[in-house]
């Protein structure tokens, strides 16, 4: 190996790194499709799209009038929504660790009620129930208070 692809190897390691950092920051975890995608980035040499969508994603949610855990909240709705059963659970997540409470999380499921129809309240309260019987697991960690 030359000197020339272990320094791009290392920049490509540390920048993984940065990108899942933010990940953890936002969510206190690196969602699984994520590490997937950064594998498949780091092994074909795309890392630089990577770090790109999280600098993107950090401009949106960091400088937004929206404190971190309404963003989650609106993450939640507007997957639960769609019907993205697996991206709602991470944000649903995610506005635990950003300090949401189950019944905020419940006031999103009935608003997606009205907006989207009980298919979408449906799922929420699935994702809901299986958040609230895990929380004697990982309530604890998911509301660590977020480091800033």
Request: proline letters at 4%; zero cysteines.
């Amino acid at each position: 190996m030359t000197d020339a692809t272990t320094r791009t190897g290392r920049a490509a390691a540390g920048g993984a790194e940065a990108v899942r950092e933010r990940y953890r920051a936002t969510l206190g975890a690196v969602p699984g499709g994520v590490e997937a995608r950064l594998r498949l980035a780091e092994d074909f040499g795309r890392l630089p799209t990577e770090e790109a969508i999280a600098a993107l994603r950090h401009i949106v949610l960091t400088d937004n009038p929206l404190e971190a855990r309404v963003q989650q909240l609106v993450h939640f709705g507007q997957l639960l929504a769609l019907g993205w059963a697996h991206p709602a659970r991470i944000h649903a997540q995610g506005a635990l660790y950003a300090g949401a409470k189950i019944a905020e999380l419940i006031g999103v499921a009935e608003t997606a009620l009205i907006t989207a129809g009980v298919p979408a309240y449906a799922l929420g309260t699935e994702i809901i129930t299986e958040l609230s019987a895990a929380e004697g697991e990982i309530g604890d960690r998911l509301r660590q208070p977020r480091a800033e």
